[in-house]
């Protein structure tokens, strides 16, 4: 079993900045990847961003050039900078973790809120 602890969520206006963190604890020697996803309410959990372990990132078209996803393999965190925040990245974030870059893998964190106040 693999757990994923969050945190850095919060309010901020719109143009502004937040970073999310994530750290994986347990069996974690065989996690490929790991990364953000997001759901705002009434909508389905989308991808935000991932990253491997060779560093190797994706990222959604709607976050692109504006969130940054950097992984330490050392710590077992996987950080997401997110600069120029819309009303729209409203969403609860999710940090996940597991085989897949561009899938969503079977570990989940409990997800923290990030409002943009517009």
């Known amino acids: 079993q693999v757990q994923l602890v969050e945190s850095g969520g919060g309010l901020v206006q719109s143009g502004g900045s937040l970073r999310l963190s994530c750290t994986a604890s347990?069996?974690?020697?065989?996690?490929?990847?790991m990364g953000w996803y997001r759901q705002a309410p009434g909508n389905e959990r989308k991808m935000v961003a991932g990253?491997?372990?060779?560093?190797?990132?994706h990222y959604s078209d709607p976050v692109k050039g504006r969130f940054t996803i950097s992984r330490n393999n050392a710590k077992n965190t996987v950080t997401l900078q997110m600069n120029s925040l819309k009303p729209e990245d409203t969403a609860v974030y999710y940090c996940?973790?597991?085989?897949?870059?561009?899938?969503?893998?079977?570990?989940w964190g409990q997800g923290t809120q990030v409002t943009v106040s517009s």
């Open positions: 347990g069996s974690i020697d065989n996690i490929y990847a």
């Open positions: 996940n973790a597991g085989d897949y870059l561009y899938y969503p893998n079977k570990y």
């Open positions: 990253i491997a372990t060779n560093g190797e990132t």
